[in-house]
């Protein structure tokens, strides 16, 4: 269990959550405290390995204090119930536009199994119920309290899904992103975005980064994957990278392309961009990327918001 927590300082801890099993894809945040706090609990398949995990830093049954999720998609919510039942005194914070879904889940996963099939199984589980009277719905604005006049601070930060916040660490400055900036992959110290259908729209999106600027985070840290301490430049290229595929994208959309001519063009353009996709780069790094994040899902997300 100690090579899937990673300490980051200030009492926060990483916990590599394995969505279907993949390693350094889906990571959740434990912080320590007089109110221990677990951002991201993972997939419905991640509960166990994040029980485990707390449980070797000392946070039993009764000790958690809250679960905050960034958004309701599911490799960052679908253990929400789960771990709701396995710690019958947190508090479940989320958006108002998630909440709910989480109370209510059937028609999520209805339409998640339209898209999946039967890989959602083994991808992301099933999201069970969460009581309704358990969850803390936070709108522009939301405080969780950590503690010790420590608090978590949620911002509204729309564009890559309706129902998505950013969380600011008043001790440590860190700043949990969720998906608004898109994927940061540590091996090869990249962004790509994270643009999925039905949310996604361009310039909300640059305006929720233009939000976490004015934040001045000290660290950026990415549910995909992991911690950054250049955020200026990682805010900015997470910019520029979604502007260049929102412009390939539209170029496609404008010839009359469908999605699957779309993303062919969109892989033919961007080929060199990403070491994680090289030729030479470990085929492996590439195939849980594409599971998490695949080209085809975030053109498909892009070629929706220009024809909304």
């Known amino acids: ?16 959550t ?8 889906t990571a959740g945040y434990l912080i320590l405290g007089d109110r221990p706090c677990l951002i991201e609990p993972g997939t ?38 789960d771990i709701a039942g396995l710690y019958p005194s947190a508090e479940i914070v989320v958006h108002e536009q998630g909440a709910r879904h989480l109370a209510s889940p059937e028609r999520l996963m209805r339409s998640a199994r339209m898209v999946f099939g039967d890989a959602l199984d083994t991808l992301f589980g099933e999201l069970k119920p969460t009581p309704a009277e358990r969850i803390v719905s936070v709108s522009d604005v939301g405080v969780i309290d950590l503690g010790g006049g420590r608090r978590l601070e949620s911002y509204y930060s729309p564009g890559h899904a309706r129902h998505h916040v950013g969380l600011l660490d008043s001790l440590s400055g860190d700043l949990y992103v969720g998906d608004a900036a898109g994927l940061y992959i540590p091996e090869t110290a990249e962004i790509r975005p994270a643009t999925p259908p039905p949310d996604f729209d361009l310039e909300t999106a640059v305006a929720s980064l233009d939000r976490f600027r004015e934040l001045q985070p000290t660290r950026l840290l990415f549910a995909h994957y992991g911690p950054v301490s250049d955020v200026p430049l990682t805010l900015d290229r997470s910019e520029e990278e979604l502007r260049l595929w929102v412009e390939l994208v539209s170029e496609a959309n404008d010839a009359g392309l469908d999605l699957d001519h779309a993303v062919a063009m969109v892989e033919d353009r961007t ?6 996709y090289a030729p030479d780069a470990d ?6 990327y594409e599971v998490l994040n695949s080209t085809a899902n975030n053109v498909a997300g892009i070629m929706h918001s220009l024809r909304a």
Not at 18 to 25: D, F, K, N, S, V
């Open 44 to 81: 419905a398949g991640s509960a166990p390995i994040v029980r485990d995990a707390l449980t070797s830093l000392g946070v039993d049954a009764a000790d958690l204090a809250s679960v905050v999720v960034t958004h309701i998609h599911l490799d960052h919510a679908g253990g929400v119930g």
């Open 18 to 25: 394995q969505m279907a099993g993949y390693r350094g894809i």
């Open 1 to 16: 269990m100690a090579n899937l927590i990673t300490p980051l300082g200030h009492d926060v801890y990483e916990i590599d």
């Open 271 to 276: 080929a060199g961009r990403y070491k994680s």
């Open 283 to 288: 085929p492996a790094l590439r195939e849980k």
